[in-house]
Nanobody
Framework: QVQLVESGGGLVQAGGSLRLSCAAS????????MGWYRQAPGKQRELVAG???????NYADSVKGRVTISRDNAKNTVYLQMNSLKPEDTAVYYC??????????????WGQGTQVTVSS
């Protein structure tokens, strides 16, 4: 059993910053990749940022230069630092983990989501 617990969402004014955290716990053999997705009302869930086991990262064009994804391997935690937030960043943000729970068992997990609201 693997759990992803997100925290750090909230209400912020445009131009402000937030830092989201996602802590993974449970029977984790190996992380392959972790990422943050978001879903705004009436829209599809989209990738915001991802980080692979080797440390490489990728970002959605809409957040490049404003968002940084990082991880703390010792804490099994991934972070999303968001700066210069815009009203269009308002969404529920979900943590995702692509990991192995054993040498041969690879699965994909989601957190429960955390609301980010940016006021204009």
């Amino acid at each position: 059993q693997v759990q992803l617990v997100e925290s750090g969402g909230g209400l912020v004014q445009a131009g402000g910053s937030l830092r989201l955290s996602c802590a993974a716990s449970g029977n984790i053999f190996r992380f392959n990749a972790m990422g943050w997705y978001r879903q705004a009302p009436g829209k599809q869930r989209e990738l915001v940022a991802g980080i692979r086991s080797g440390g490489s990262t990728n970002y959605a064009d809409s957040v490049k230069g404003r968002v940084t994804i990082s991880r703390d391997n010792a804490k099994n935690t991934v972070y999303l630092q968001m700066n210069s937030l815009k009203p269009e960043d308002t969404a529920v943000y979900y943590c995702n983990a692509d990991l192995n729970i054993s040498w041969y068992s690879r699965n994909n997990y989601w957190g429960q989501g955390t609301q980010v609201t940016v006021s204009s």
